[in-house]
């Protein structure tokens, strides 16, 4: 998962970069934060302390069950110093302070 901010961030990063750092000529993996839906309602709940969640899984949930499990972004890292800014907590604050704006409005 990965927090639009942090795929724009990637983007402009990468846009930015030393050319002389960049080494790979073809694709770069950026990675971000992971979670599963118990963790994110955990974290709502955080901020909402009435928050419920009900889900069940669809047919979607084969595709997501084939990705692989983690992403390996280190060259990223390592070539032009890619790291995400937020984590569950960070994202979580910051979509639900946007949600309320939109709803007071």
Known sequence: MMYMHDAL??????MNADPAK??????????AISFSPK???AE?????PDFKISYKPDVRQQYADSWP??????VARLDWDWKPE???SKMTEDMLHH???VVEH
């Open 9 to 14: 961030q990637a983007t402009i990063g990468l």
């Open 22 to 31: 960049v080494k790979v000529r073809t694709s770069y993996n950026v990675a």
């Open 39 to 41: 963790e994110l309602a």
């Open 44 to 48: 709502i709940k955080k901020h909402i």
């Open 69 to 74: 499990q983690s992403i390996d972004d280190s």
């Open 86 to 88: 937020f984590d569950l």
């Open 99 to 101: 949600i309320q704006q």
